[in-house]
């Protein structure tokens, strides 16, 4: 897959595509994150579904090609990182704000939610209706799954899992399709002991410690305040690392669309990197930040991080 050819020969990649990758900011957003300090990229597939898009018109092969590239870009955004090191400095050195020092890095292939591809709000809900089982799920997931494991990701993100019927279908999913990438589970909680569907934490993240193919267990999209006793719930059930990348304390409204400040609760308004030295000292590994945190974001969470752990003691920053 090239870009486009000017030259008179095939035009290889379709406008279709141009405009996937540029939804999904190119190389940009990913090197923005990596000048912040980022160990893991995130590849922006978390929506992106065959289904969706065979919706909006394009064919199945259109779909599986910007599925695939999702990941391609990702790991391109890393050899232009890594070789950006190379030619900065051997170790450290800022240029323009960037910060280049030369550390693993990895990319995780992101799997959104059912709900996330329904776009109807009810991945923050969980609520799937009585009609969806567990092989429901996992005929909707399989071809994702198998096309992202197929791009070779060094991680496989499960992202946002608002139920245990999902994780259910993941894991078996793994299982059944022999992927042999690492995977990550990551639930969204509406509180301090639940997913968003209501669901028990204890319960979700059992199904997930008991599939082999999963390497770390946590949340993500969850408001910073119930982020410590999650962690510590997690613990309970699972020896596995522990990752958090809540989202910035705002709340979603799936029928307008948009982010709301909670009215009257004040913690959100805390700072989201006051939370990091809690969540570390709670037992979490692996820290980052989901919808409405910024590169500035990690910038902070790698600064308040910084000479206490590295990733040698297996702490790393997701984007
Ligand atoms: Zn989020």
């Given at each position: 897959?090239?870009?486009?050819n000017n030259n008179g020969g095939?035009?290889?990649t379709s406008s279709f595509m141009?405009?996937?990758?540029?939804?999904?900011?190119?190389?940009?957003?990913?090197?923005?994150?990596?000048?912040?300090?980022?160990?893991?990229?995130?590849?922006?597939?978390?929506?992106?579904?065959?289904?969706?898009?065979?919706?909006?018109?394009?064919?199945?092969?259109?779909?599986?090609?910007?599925?695939?590239?999702?990941?391609?870009?990702?790991?391109?955004?890393?050899?232009?990182?890594?070789?950006?090191?190379?030619?900065?400095?051997?170790?450290?050195?800022?240029?323009?704000?960037?910060?280049?020092?030369?550390?693993?890095?990895?990319?995780?292939?992101?799997?959104?939610?059912?709900?996330?591809?329904?776009?109807?709000?009810?991945?923050?809900?969980?609520?799937?209706?009585?009609?969806?089982?567990?092989?429901?799920?996992?005929?909707?997931?399989?071809g994702r799954l198998r096309i992202?494991?197929?791009?070779?990701?060094?991680?496989?993100?499960?992202?946002?899992?608002?139920?245990?019927?999902?994780?259910?279908?993941?894991?078996?999913?793994?299982?059944?399709?022999?992927?042999?990438?690492?995977?990550?589970?990551?639930?969204?909680?509406?509180?301090?002991?639940?997913?968003?569907?209501?669901?028990?934490?204890?319960?979700?993240?059992?199904?997930?410690?008991?599939?082999?193919?999963?390497?770390?267990?946590?949340?993500?999209?969850?408001?910073?305040?119930?982020?410590?006793?999650?962690?510590?719930?997690?613990?309970?059930?699972?020896?596995?690392?522990?990752?958090?990348?809540?989202?910035?304390?705002?709340?979603?409204?799936?029928?307008?669309?948009?982010?709301?400040?909670?009215?009257?609760?004040?913690?959100?308004?805390?700072?989201?990197?006051?939370?990091?030295?809690?969540?570390?000292?709670?037992?979490?590994?692996?820290?980052?930040?989901?919808?409405?945190?910024?590169?500035?974001?990690?910038?902070?969470?790698?600064?308040?991080?910084?000479?206490?752990?590295?990733?040698?003691?297996?702490?790393?920053?997701?984007?």
């Open positions: 897959m090239g870009f486009e095939k035009v290889e141009r405009d996937f990758i540029d939804k999904c900011g190119g190389y940009a957003v990913h090197l923005d994150y990596l000048d912040a300090g980022a160990n893991i990229i995130i590849t922006a597939s978390y929506q992106a579904t065959i289904e969706g898009f065979e919706a909006k018109g394009y064919s199945r092969e259109e779909a599986e090609s910007a599925l695939r590239r999702s990941v391609q870009v990702a790991c391109e955004a890393r050899q232009i990182y890594k070789d950006r090191c190379t030619k900065y400095s051997s170790h450290f050195i800022t240029n323009n704000n960037a910060t280049y020092i030369k550390r693993p890095i990895l990319v995780a292939a992101s799997v959104g939610s059912y709900g996330a591809y329904l776009a109807d709000g009810s991945e923050y809900r969980g609520d799937y209706g009585e009609q969806v089982t567990v092989d429901t799920l996992k005929d909707f997931h399989r992202l494991a197929d791009s070779a990701p060094d991680l496989i993100a499960f992202e946002t899992i608002p139920n245990k019927l999902e994780a259910m279908a993941y894991a078996e999913l793994l299982e059944e399709e022999g992927i042999e990438i690492p995977a990550w589970f990551s639930f969204s909680c509406k509180d301090e002991g639940s997913v968003v569907s209501g669901d028990s934490i204890l319960e979700c993240a059992s199904i997930a410690d008991t599939c082999k193919k999963v390497a770390a267990i946590g949340v993500n999209c969850t408001a910073p305040k119930y982020v410590q006793t999650l962690i510590a719930s997690i613990s309970k059930v699972t020896t596995k690392p522990v990752l958090v990348y809540p989202n910035s304390g705002e709340t979603y409204d799936g029928e307008s669309k948009q982010w709301e400040k909670s009215s009257g609760v004040g913690e959100e308004e805390e700072d989201f990197v006051s939370y990091i030295s809690k969540w570390r000292d709670a037992g979490a590994s692996l820290f980052g930040g989901c919808c409405r945190t910024t590169p500035y974001t990690i910038r902070s969470i790698t600064k308040a991080l910084s000479g206490k752990c590295s990733v040698a003691d297996n702490r790393c920053y997701i984007e």
